[in-house]
């Protein structure tokens, strides 16, 4: 292997994620064992079944590394979280895997309790979801958007009157307690403040650094590991909020996407990941926005 560029910009996250060539949800009765129950409270209901994707049996199973490419993993987890459906969730499994976390992979006992049960795929697509919006509101400066969600909670302390600020009905903590008024900048800076700790919270102790390969010509290679799918999409995200780029809506599906050049309007098709089966599936928005245009315009000319 030669290196090329950088050592950071080659490898830097050596991190391969198994996609299989099938997918199924099915039902796992008693599925939380008492001493597991005080993880999953508040992401799961703690039922006596729950719902569960996985690998079908017998499919084949194949590596991509997700974070080499040009796939956002959380706007593509937040189109799901927009109309959370299951033949949607087995689509992006199917293209992309499962969210879950990387250990215990061939043990299928401990399998369902770390990944990927539907509610979870559920959880983090709405969250996904919530966060990208929050976060493009910010930066088209779109305080309509952001005053529906955010409350201010005024009271009295001893040095006059003080203001907290709930966004989607959370306390933002650890954002100092303001006077009032709270201003513009107050509404968009606690925002983006948000954003930046539910990133965190999601990136948390589920990266290593480490060595991540030797070269040909015995070079070292530094790396970044990271433990799932979802923790990939989170180290994605970060580097679209600390460099500011502007999300865009697709002119067609209206879904957020990461452009890749100033003049795209519509969401990018997706990758095929190689050794799958999908998925010849849709064609891109960009295509169908054509089609539709030149429909409309099919139609006025035999109208006039
Ligand atoms: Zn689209």
Avoid at 62 to 81: D, I, M, R, V, Y
Avoid at 209 to 232: E, I, R, W
């Amino acid at each position: 292997m030669k290196m090329q560029g950088s050592p950071w910009e080659f490898n830097e996250y050596l991190f391969t994620w198994p996609v299989h060539s099938d997918y199924e949800i099915i039902e796992i009765r008693n599925p939380i064992p008492e001493n597991e129950r005080m993880y999953w409270e508040g992401v799961i209901p703690l039922t006596d079944t729950l719902e569960v994707i996985r690998p079908c049996r017998g499919t084949k199973e194949s590596l991509w590394n997700p974070l080499n490419g040009k796939t956002f993993l959380l706007t593509e987890l937040a189109k799901l979280g927009e109309g959370f459906n299951k033949k949607e969730v087995i689509n992006f499994a199917l293209r992309f895997g499962i969210l879950g976390i990387a250990g215990h992979w061939h043990g299928l006992e401990t399998y369902f309790l770390n990944r990927d049960p539907l509610v979870f795929f559920e959880h983090e697509a709405k969250q996904a979801a919530r966060l990208l919006r929050l976060y493009q509101a910010v930066q088209e400066r779109n305080l309509e958007d952001l005053q529906k969600r955010i409350e201010a909670i005024f009271f009295n302390t001893s040095e006059g009157a003080m203001v907290n600020i709930f966004i989607d009905g959370t306390n933002i903590y650890d954002w100092p307690i303001v006077k009032p008024p709270v201003t513009e900048e107050i509404l968009l800076r606690a925002t983006l403040f948000y954003v930046c700790k539910e990133t965190n919270t999601r990136l948390e102790g589920r990266l290593t650094m480490g060595c991540a390969a030797v070269t040909s010509d015995f070079m070292v290679l530094p790396g970044v590991k990271c433990d799932s799918l979802l923790t990939a999409a989170y180290i994605q995200f970060r580097d679209i909020v600390t460099k500011s780029h502007v999300l865009k809506r697709c002119k067609h599906c209206g879904a957020l996407f990461v452009p890749s050049k100033a003049s795209q309007v519509c969401c990018p098709r997706l990758p095929t990941i190689p050794g799958t089966n999908i998925l010849e599936d849709k064609p891109a928005c960009a295509n169908r926005a054509y089609v539709r245009k030149h429909r409309k315009k099919q139609k006025e000319k035999e109208e006039s």
